[in-house]
């Protein structure tokens, strides 16, 4: 390869991490992929011999829909070529200059338009958690939860790409001993999560099959689906969330591809009782992947990790997440987004919101600076990165979603 990489990257040339992006000096976006600190352009590659025709006009497109949409095969392909490229047999200097560009260099951007974007509370840890707090642990987990995934329609308009500010939002909240007042949030929580950005989609009508799901998602990413604990206490009660949560959700920038993961596979946890033979899976794994959150205050020089998780937590998977999506007929579309739902894991420094680590106000988080939090305040950044470690022992990264609370 000619690139010259770390040995300790965490973007190798077999990795390639899917993004969009606007390379200095270019009138717009394009589609790139990751390899240590470089973006390689993939539209200049599709103009010079690389790809086949379907593939070429995806890659010359300013979202990565088209490409969602041509499926696991194409994907490989395009990953091949992108490949052959590396490996230095295409010798083209004006190529490699065009194609190939410093991180630094490059605006990364939302890397898709997202149509739709469901919620899903798929960690059972989690949900015993939030329900330990608000119903006492005889009735943490409600009648459904061990049966479905349980999810809800977010908003797409308000998803953005790392590196967005949070503005602190407002809402109605209810004091314990008067009547609503409209305010600016003080209870702002990050929910770590894992999103699967769909591929090929399903037609109106026509649910997808468990076994077949992991076939129709493009890869997966990192989401913060940031949340107003106070707006949401008062304002959930028939429907569930709203305001308190459609303000803004982050996404990181890069997606990465399911083959790039397919040796950091595990197994998932055992369900009890057995799900409905629509959510029965023939082969039920889930990802090793670390997640790990990091919260920087104004006074302080340097982030403090605080959360460590891991998406094998995940009680309910992907794969079934989509089946009981589609079971009804509901069609999913390329580029639409599913997040995992906050993951919180058995272990004390593994939950995955300041709720749970806080729990409830009740804990206060000790920082390095000899601040304490329970949630976030103007000024505070926060910070998911994640990787997972291959069955090769190559780790692999995620990038980063990193989001800097201002004033309502």
């Not at 920082?367 to 069955?391: K, M, N, V, Y």
Request: proline share 8%.
């Amino acid at each position: 390869m000619f690139l010259d990489l770390p040995a300790d990257t965490l973007y190798p040339a077999d990795h390639l991490p899917w993004g969009l992006g606007k390379p200095r000096g270019a009138v717009r976006q394009r589609p790139l992929v990751r390899v240590g600190d470089f973006a390689v352009d993939l539209a200049v590659l599709a103009s010079t011999g690389y790809f086949d025709v379907a593939a070429k006009h995806a890659l010359t497109q300013d979202v990565l829909n088209d490409l969602m949409e041509l499926g696991p095969l194409a994907w490989d392909a395009v990953r091949a070529e992108i490949a052959r490229f590396l490996s230095g047999s295409d010798d083209r200097d004006d190529v490699r200059s065009r194609a190939v560009h410093p991180l630094a260099d490059v605006s990364l951007c939302l890397p898709a338009h997202i149509g739709d974007y469901t919620d899903f509370y798929s960690s059972r840890e989690h949900a015993t958690n939030v329900g330990t707090m608000f119903r006492g642990a005889d009735n943490a987990l409600m009648p459904n939860w061990l049966h479905l995934p349980v999810g809800y329609h977010g908003r797409a308009s308000s998803v953005v790409v790392s590196g967005h500010d949070v503005r602190r939002p407002m809402g109605q909240i209810k004091p314990p001993d008067g009547p609503p007042v409209f305010a600016p949030s003080k209870e702002l929580d990050v929910e770590i999560e894992m999103g699967a950005f769909v591929g090929p989609g399903n037609a109106l009508g026509h649910p997808v099959a468990a076994d077949e799901a992991e076939r129709h998602v493009f890869g997966l990413c990192l989401v913060n689906d940031w949340s107003a604990r106070d707006v949401q206490r008062w304002e959930y009660v028939p429907l569930g969330p709203f305001l308190a949560k459609n303000f803004l959700t982050t996404v990181s920038p890069w997606i990465v591809s399911l083959a790039s993961l397919e040796g950091a596979r595990c197994e998932a946890p055992v369900q009890d009782p057995a799900p409905l033979p629509y959510l029965a899976e023939a082969h039920r794994r889930g990802f090793d992947i670390e997640l790990i959150g990091s919260i920087q205050t104004a006074t302080m020089d340097a982030p403090a990790a605080i959360i460590r998780t891991n998406t094998r937590f995940l009680y309910w998977t992907l794969a079934q997440q989509i089946a009981h999506h589609t079971m009804n007929g509901c069609n999913l579309r390329p580029g639409d987004l599913l997040a995992s739902g906050t993951i919180s894991g058995p272990d004390p420094g593994s939950e995955g919101s300041l709720l749970e680590l806080a729990w409830k106000g009740t804990r206060p988080v000790e920082l390095p600076s000899g601040e304490t939090r329970i949630w976030l305040e103007d000024g505070d950044t926060f910070t998911i990165t994640a990787s997972a470690t291959r069955s090769d022992g190559q780790k692999v990264g995620f990038g980063e979603v990193v989001g800097t609370v201002v004033s309502a």
